[in-house]
């Protein structure tokens, strides 16, 4: 793994939570992989974005994750209602 240098506390702080979004989707992603709702990912990446903002981050890369999520989400939701 590149060792990564930082210039600014924000930076680091962006790059952080950036990154636990990244897991918890990917961890999400699994858990839709196996036919059921993610809920509580989408739930966490909701509130990592407002964690996001609340700190004067930008939570676009969270939304990204938290769209795709609640998208399959989604789908799973229709299958199981037909």
């Not at 769209?67 to 299958?79: F, G, R, T, Y």
Request: hydrophobic residues 40%; proline residues 1%.
């Amino acid at each position: 793994m590149a060792t990564r240098l930082f210039t600014t506390d924000i930076e680091f702080l962006q790059a952080s939570i950036d990154t636990v979004a990244r897991l918890v989707s990917e961890k999400a992603s699994q858990t839709i992989a196996t036919g059921n709702v993610a809920d509580v990912g989408q739930e966490t990446l909701t509130y990592l974005e407002s964690v996001a903002v609340f700190n004067g981050l930008t939570p676009s890369n969270i939304n990204v994750y938290t769209d795709i999520i609640s998208e399959h989400n989604q789908k799973l939701l229709n299958i199981f209602d037909q």
